[in-house]
């Protein structure tokens, strides 16, 4: 039986975005069929050591192309942005199976399938993207969609809080707006992708939730208060501020307390 922990090492170093779609998808097939096991018998390797493709080259969002909805250009832009989106969440979710060890195999099936629908949703968007005549990679991307992951590399408790269910519950909030204004465009299939996602990231952030909290029981924390000091404190040290406009329904829907929107609306400018 082979090991989730070796395809995930794979997955995060192989800087090939085929190959890694690939690996994504027969790692999921395999614990489909239960031919995969979860043991670890190794430490995993530094942060560092994950690699991105060489395209699209990373730059900070000051110098992303202007997203606009009424050019093909700046429609390009946004398709590519949120591709490039999707694609970090691959590694996201790789990366959160391969960084911490000796959990329940129900973890590692989760986030396993968290990552193929990641995989799935770049390949929706990569195909809108064709449409545009350009491809993932044509265009710069933001750089610091992966700075989280860094952040957190050491520490489970402040992953499950900052990426789940901070940076990925972000997405709740910005989505339907997103939907409505591709709706009024006109077009069904934009609306049609950005659906699928949005169930599929509901999804995603109700399983930050169930895992933070399984973590918080394990280690006899209290959930709320714990998940409002990693935000906290994650602010005061990195600067910047929550972003606010939260989707009270699809958060409710994806583990959020009534408690805990009424504090974050508290934290938000
Ligand atoms: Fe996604
Ligand atoms: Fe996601």
């Known amino acids: 039986m082979r090991s989730i922990f070796d395809f995930a090492e794979k997955a995060l170093e192989c800087a090939n975005r085929q190959e890694l779609l690939n690996l994504t998808h027969e790692a999921w097939q395999l614990s489909e069929k239960n031919e995969l096991h979860f043991e670890s018998k190794n430490l995993p390797k530094p942060i560092e050591n994950v690699r991105f493709p060489e395209r699209p080259i990373l730059l900070p969002p000051r110098d992303m192309p202007k997203r606009k909805f009424h050019t093909q250009e700046g429609l390009a832009a946004f398709f590519h942005a949120i591709s490039h989106v999707e694609f970090v969440a691959i590694y996201l979710a790789w990366d959160i199976v391969y960084r911490f060890r000796d959990l329940p195999d129900e973890f590692y099936r989760d986030w396993l399938r968290v990552a193929d629908e990641e995989a799935q949703h770049f390949s929706l968007l990569n195909a809108k993207l064709k449409t545009f005549g350009i491809d993932y990679g044509d ?71 169930k895992w933070f909290k399984w973590l918080c029981e394990q280690r006899k924390l209290d959930a709320e208060t714990t998940y409002q000091n990693v935000l906290l404190r994650y602010y005061t040290k990195k600067g910047g501020s929550l972003k606010g406009n939260f989707n009270v329904e699809m958060r409710l829907k994806a583990g959020f307390s009534k408690s805990e929107l009424a504090w974050l609306n508290t934290q938000s400018h």
Request: charged share 20%.
């Open 139 to 209: 265009l710069p991307a933001h750089s610091g969609l992966w700075d989280l992951a860094q952040f957190t590399a050491t520490d489970f408790l402040q992953r499950l809080a900052l990426v789940p269910r901070n940076m990925e519950a972000h997405g709740l909030d910005v989505t339907p707006p997103l939907i409505e204004k591709f709706k009024q465009l006109g077009d069904e299939n934009a609306v049609e992708i950005l659906t699928r996602i949005l169930t599929d990231e509901v999804g995603h952030v109700a399983l930050g939730s």
